[in-house]
């Protein structure tokens, strides 16, 4: 018995850099574990060749870098062709997020929808800083509600934003470098 024959883990997230997706179908061939990919790609073209490979069973596209809500779409559309899941990548705040489950409400491949509410990368602040709704994004037995509000279903505070925008922008960075200086994988 394999260890993850007893574990049964959903998926591998980014088993790979995005400049050595070439080497997915070799590292399909050698585990049972589902391979997920993409967060760090770029328009359907940059989906394209990762898809036709047949190596991945879940892309991961961003819509804050693929191109939003609609490119999105494309992407999900080139996927289910080929039999692959789609579980939208967003570590952002509450745009990305309520357009990414826009996406997924109506994304037959839709399999998972990742979200960074309450992570412990959001020191200075959450999803819920910038919009009136709170309660829009509320976890229930692991679920999200589709928001109903028009457009994309979130009301932003604006003048939390204005208050936010006197502050400046405060962007939390990793140091992403090695102990010797040289500059680390995110």
């Known amino acids: 018995m394999q260890p993850t024959d007893r574990l049964r883990p959903m998926f591998y997230e980014e088993p790979l850099l995005p400049e050595h ?7 399909a061939r050698h ?3 589902p391979l997920a990919t993409g967060e760090r790609l770029y328009g359907r073209w940059g989906f394209k060749e990762l898809i036709s490979q047949g190596a991945v ?40 997020l309520a357009s990414s489950m826009q996406l997924d409400a109506w994304t ?11 992570m412990q990368y959001n020191t200075n602040g959450d999803l819920q800083d910038y919009i009136k709704n ?17 457009g994309l279903g979130i009301e932003i505070d604006g003048a939390a934003v204005i208050e936010a925008n006197k502050e400046g922008l405060t ?16």
């Open 171 to 186: 962007r939390y960075d990793r140091d992403w470098h090695h102990e010797d200086g040289s500059i680390a994988e995110w």
């Open 57 to 96: 069973d879940l892309i991961q596209p961003d819509l804050s870098h693929c191109g939003g809500i609609f490119e999105g779409r494309k992407i999900a559309a080139m996927a289910e062709a080929y039999d692959i899941g789609i579980a939208p990548h967003c570590p952002l705040g509450p745009l990305t």
């Open 108 to 118: 037959p491949n839709f399999v998972i929808q990742e979200m960074s509410l309450q």
């Open 134 to 150: 709170k309660d829009v994004f509320d976890v229930t037995d692991g679920y999200l509600k589709l928001p109903t509000l028009p």
């Open 31 to 33: 585990t049972t574990v």
């Open 21 to 27: 997706l070439d080497f997915l179908p070799e590292l």
